[in-house]
T-cell receptor, first 112, second 116 residues
Framework: GEDVEQSLFLSVREGDSSVINCTYTDSSSTYLYWYKQEPGAGLQLLTYIFSNMDMKQDQRLTVLLNKKDKHLSLRIADTQTGDSAIYFCAESRTGGGNKLTFGTGTQLKVEL | GAVVSQHPSWVICKSGTSVKIECRSLDFQATTMFWYRQFPKQSLMLMATSNEGSKATYEQGVEKDKFLINHASLTLSTLTVTSAHPEDSSFYIC????????????FGPGTRLTVT
């Protein structure tokens, strides 16, 4: 079955870059996603990458995909206190009903 | 746009009672809605997929008689936790999908259920 793993916690200083990592096991993943969860708010889709891409950049966010190692990362440049949240990676695959399988979540804490 | 609401945002109930949670897509019609359960410091686990006007499809291990899902309209799905027990205490999140792709899914803010 599918399994998506993340480290539980990351602490960075404001202004530094944050890198959140994710590993997955399903080689048939079609899309890979990064979501942000803040208290009282629904999960927010930050960005996603198609499995035939290596990299995607969107303003302060850079997603890197190593399909061979089944490793996905999210880099947040110039991390701000407002970036403090839980970040989930997720994957979907065609033939899986387009359902999302979420990782365990990484709590990002940004310190002044 | 693409706002999904849930009601209530939190609820406390006694063991043995039933609780209904509503999920609404406020500014779009959703043919498919999803219900997830999230334990503290853990991932979101998909419970069931709900299509308007048809029976929900439950994931393996989810008791359909305990977690009743009704998707009566294109903007409303409800999850009823029947005969609730303390182990049902959790954070329940719904999402609504506007198209057919996974990233066309919008999430509600969640409902915290505590069963005493």
């Amino acid at each position: 079955g599918e399994d998506v793993e993340q480290s539980l916690f990351l602490s960075v200083r404001e202004g530094d870059s944050s890198v959140i990592n994710c590993t997955y096991t399903d080689s048939s993943s079609t899309y890979l996603y990064w979501y942000k969860q803040e208290p009282g708010a629904g999960l927010q889709l930050l960005t996603y990458i198609f499995s035939n891409m290596d990299m995607k950049q969107d303003q302060r966010l850079t997603v890197l995909l190593n399909k061979k190692d089944k490793h996905l990362s999210l880099r947040i440049a110039d991390t701000q206190t407002g970036d403090s949240a839980i970040y989930f990676c997720a994957e979907s695959r065609t033939g899986g009903g387009n359902k999302l399988t979420f990782g365990t979540g990484t709590q990002l804490k940004v310190e002044l | 746009g693409a706002v999904v609401s849930q009601h209530p945002s939190w609820v406390i109930c006694k063991s043995g009672t039933s609780v209904k949670i509503e999920c609404r897509s406020l500014d779009f019609q959703a043919t498919t809605m999803f219900w997830y359960r999230q334990f503290p410091k853990q991932s979101l686990m998909l419970m069931a997929t709900s299509n308007e006007g048809s029976k929900a499809t439950y994931e393996q291990g989810v008791e359909k008689d305990k977690f009743l899902i009704n998707h009566a309209s294109l903007t409303l799905s409800t999850l009823t936790v029947t005969s609730a027990h303390p182990e049902d205490s959790s954070f329940y999140i719904c999402s609504a999908r506007v198209g057919s792709l996974p990233h066309e899914q919008y999430f509600g803010p969640g409902t915290r259920l505590t069963v005493t």
